[in-house]
């Protein structure tokens, strides 16, 4: 009755430690995943970083650009303002002949 008892409570126990060494795979394969997670994470995350930077790149362009045409713009005004004069001066000359 004991090496019974004994023997069954050995197989228990050896089912105990299969269960055990299951859990600790799946634990091991869910670790596996999670890194595997982080690392794609880590990836994307510096892709985000490049992005942002090209992106704060393309926006420093687009400010130069922006600053070349209102220069440009001031310019026509000035060369406007510079034709009307020359349209005045030159009524003042038809209205003096």
Excluded at 19 to 47: F, G, K, P, W
Excluded at 54 to 64: D, F, K, N, P, V
Aim: charged content about 25%.
């Amino acid at each position: 009755m004991l090496v019974n008892e004994s023997l069954i409570l050995i197989n228990e126990a050896r089912n105990s430690v299969n269960e055990s060494l299951i859990l600790a795979d799946e634990s091991l394969i869910l670790v596996d995943e999670s890194l595997i997670l982080a690392d794609e994470s880590l990836i994307l995350a510096d892709e985000s970083l490049i992005l942002a930077d090209e992106s704060l790149i393309l926006a420093g362009e687009c400010l130069i650009l922006a600053d070349e045409s209102l220069i440009l713009a001031d310019e026509s005004l000035i060369l406007v303002n510079e034709s009307l004069i020359l349209a005045d001066e030159s009524l003042m000359v038809l209205l003096l002949l």
